[in-house]
């Protein structure tokens, strides 16, 4: 990857995380008082244990994880349907759980999780950029996207055209047909 590309990495991803709270405002969901502030790139690496792709040091920069808080439902606490921004510690000790897991290898660090045990987790080679596997219990693990910027772009397009909304009662739901559209589009697998 060329030196420009990777210098590029940080201000995709801090582009695309502040699109992505906008729509969290549009659409006034509580999790955005509960989102607790990102810590540094020397903290996240102390806590994973080794250096960490540029993207998933900004993404532990724009939030780590949720305070708790009485009376919180699960889906109140979600930024997309069904997953939480985790702390750099909680991602760690879920890590344990996934352990042989080929897909996500030995350089990897869960970034959402699912109240289930499902997971988007930012995976990498040693000096690489991160790409995005997703984890879904019961269910082959697979690499969805190329980049965390991708993923929050897709996210992104998700609010943006309607596949992610909140419905009549007030809760998370999700076009699954229109996703997979989107997904097709942007993604191309």
């Known amino acids: 990857m060329s030196e420009g590309v990777t210098a590029s990495v940080p201000g995709r991803v801090r582009a695309e995380l502040e699109r992505f709270v906008g729509h969290l405002g549009t659409l006034r969901r509580p999790v ?16 994973v244990g080794e250096p960490v ?4 040091a900004v993404w532990f920069g724009w939030c780590d994880g949720i305070a708790v808080h009485p009376g919180q439902s699960q889906d109140d606490v979600n930024v ?31 970034l959402l999780g699912g109240a289930g045990g499902d ?14 596997a997703g984890v ?15 993923m929050v772009e897709v996210f992104n397009h998700c609010f943006a055209e309607g596949a992610y909304f909140v419905d009549d009662r007030g809760r998370w739901a999700m076009d699954p047909a229109r996703y997979d559209e989107m997904y097709e589009r942007l993604v191309g697998e």
Not at 136 to 150: C, D, K, M, N
């Open 32 to 47: 955005l008082e509960w989102m607790t502030p990102g810590v540094g790139a020397e903290r996240v690496e102390a806590v």
């Open 53 to 56: 792709p540029a993207s998933v």
């Open 80 to 110: 997309i349907p069904g997953y939480s921004p985790l702390s750099v510690e909680e991602a760690c000790r879920v890590k344990a759980e996934y352990e042989g897991d080929t897909v996500l290898g030995d350089h990897w660090v869960p």
């Open 119 to 132: 997971l988007y987790a930012a995976v990498w080679s040693p000096g690489g950029e991160a790409e995005v």
């Open 136 to 150: 879904l219990v019961g269910e082959p693990t697979e690499r969805e996207f190329a980049s965390v910027g991708q």
